[in-house]
């Protein structure tokens, strides 16, 4: 088992004196484990929080004067959603099968080490080695599943959007399936907990404008699905592009704000599985209650030129 190189702030990178973004790890005063700032002008604009406490690293984005639209508790329907994660509830392989999504028999996803952090003028880059673990080891004493590479992308394209394009690089360790079910799997997006109030007046759309069925949307070829909510006074869009090269199989989404793309997939030890996506946030212009159809029209044109602009 390869020990934690923790503390890691010496990690912290400048691209140089005057640059817009900066990246620093440090300790998580408020939660367990540790955090990795992304700040522009000294602004938070993302967090990543993994460590000793976390069931699993994931990234936290903040919106517009300090709202966090990712903001975890442990009251929350379903606390182990959190922020923009990945995960599969049924993964498959000599081992036996260990659900690395609600983590509740024996799996691990433990961030091992910070491979790089720089600030730079536009953007700022994050890459993260982390190991997924089953419950059970192998006669050699080995329980690694696999090993993800998780970069990490963020940037402001105008004054009132994030931009996190994320990358996951999945390397088996062992042959072996990434299974279960959609509601359950994927790459998600989990909107903050204190929207759920609200939740009422949540609204989705998504492409091919398929018709849902029940709270998933079947289709090999989904391409992108926009989330609108409110957060406090203000509402916001979170949206997630789904790279043409990746599978997917359906789309997953809760009104509570849970969202994202759900495959299943059958890998051997010698396979690498390299999958991305972009998600975005963004203030909702105009919208103070729950959208109307002609608003949720321009939504999904609005979307599909992001969309169109992500896949060129």
């Not at 203030?283 to 602009?309: C, H, I, M, N």
Request: hydrophobic share 35%.
């Amino acid at each position: 088992m390869r020990f934690l190189l923790f503390p890691l702030t010496l990690l912290t990178v400048l691209a140089s004196a005057r640059a817009d973004w900066a990246v620093k790890d440090d300790a998580n005063p408020n939660l367990p484990g540790r955090q990795v700032d992304i700040t522009q002008n000294g602004v938070l604009r993302a967090r990543l929080i993994y460590g000793d406490g976390q069931m699993k690293p994931y990234l936290r984005v903040q919106g517009e004067e300090g709202d966090g639209l990712n903001e975890w508790s442990e009251k929350q329907t379903y606390p182990h959603h959190r922020g923009i994660f990945i995960g599969w509830n049924k993964i498959v392989s000599d081992l036996g099968s260990f659900d690395l999504w609600h983590f509740n028999n024996g799996g691990k996803m433990t961030l091992v080490k910070l491979e790089k952090l720089e600030g730079g003028k536009d953007s700022a880059t994050l890459v993260a080695t982390i190991e997924w673990r089953g419950g059970k080891q192998d006669p050699a004493g080995s329980n690694l599943l696999l090993t993800e590479t998780r970069t990490l992308t963020v940037s402001r394209p105008t004054a009132q959007t994030t931009q996190v394009d994320a990358q996951f690089v999945l390397k088996p360790a062992r042959d072996l399936t990434l299974g279960g079910d959609l509601q359950h799997a994927g790459i998600h997006f989990r909107a903050s907990a204190s929207m759920e109030k609200s939740k009422g007046d949540t609204t989705y759309v998504w492409e091919p404008d398929l018709a849902g069925q029940g709270r998933k949307v079947a289709s090999k070829e989904m391409k992108w699905v926009r989330f609108t909510f409110p957060i406090g006074d203000r509402w916001y869009h979170a949206s997630e592009f789904n790279a043409p090269t990746n599978p997917v199989e359906e789309l997953s989404r809760r009104d509570y704000g849970r969202f994202g793309f759900f495959f299943a997939k059958a890998l051997k030890n010698d396979e690498t599985l390299t999958l991305k996506y972009r998600f975005l946030t963004e203030l909702a212009e105009g919208v103070s209650a729950k959208p109307t159809d002609e608003q949720r029209a321009a939504f999904r044109k609005a979307a599909q030129a992001q969309y169109d602009a992500f896949v060129k």
